[in-house]
């Protein structure tokens, strides 16, 4: 199973929803079995999937070690409407389980996500991807996340604030290397985009001084992506022919081809 991390410190870059399509291209136009965890306590992937729930247990739980007993990381995930996607929801207790994680000192903090899911393999279940949506932080959760993934993707909103955070957040991930040494940024990738020039020197800007591979694929701007929050359907289905729709399949596919996959 490949672990793709969705991350930046910024919010409002189209995290979340890039997580979703990505996911769900994946899942239902590469045949591919996707486990989708929401690594953020609003839990808006959960909600986009209708299963955000507090009577359930959630990433919060496997990550402090809270689960029922005899349950697994298995236990906690639910079914979507699809059959190759399915998700490890979150909601605000992943808040308290970041404050317990930094107390807890009798067991490895970075590393629980990772054992958790090679536990879940070593027992038969098994995906070809997960891929983790995380909050824009650097919290317990977020390392957690860097140091169970294979491949980081960062989306990247161009404006003047589309730096901030990256030098920081580049730093941490070498710094998560000692965990995971196998641990590959395979580059941004642009959301919200228009051509025009502040995009087009942005992502110039971005390449170079930040020295961020960048994904050639960027994702245009579309009402059609707001549109599909409130329809709680990916963008293949919801908005099939609009630009963001075939920008994500395209995307995906590139992806394919820099992790070494077959598309």
Known sequence: MKVICIINLKGGVAKTI???????????????RVLLIDNDKQGNTSKFFGVHDYEKPSLAEVLTGQLPQGDTLFNTLQCTKYDNLHVLPANMNL??????????????????????LGTMERAGYSYDFAV???????????????VAAHHVLIPIKIDKFAFDGIDTLLQQIEEMRDFNPGLRVLGGFVTMYSRNNVNLQGVEVLSEKAGLPMFTTAIRNTVKVSETTYAGLPLAIYAPKSTAARDYDALVDEYLQKAGEAV
Do not use: F, W
Request: hydrophobic share 40%; net charge positive.
């Open 18 to 32: 890039s997580a979703i399509n990505i996911a769900y291209t994946l899942a239902e136009k590469r045949g591919k």
């Open 95 to 116: 808040l308290h389980a970041d404050r317990s994680i930094l107390i807890d000192a009798s067991k490895p903090q970075q590393t629980r996500l990772h054992k958790a």
């Open 132 to 146: 983790i949506d995380c909050a824009p932080d650097l919290n317990m959760s977020v390392i957690n996340a860097i």
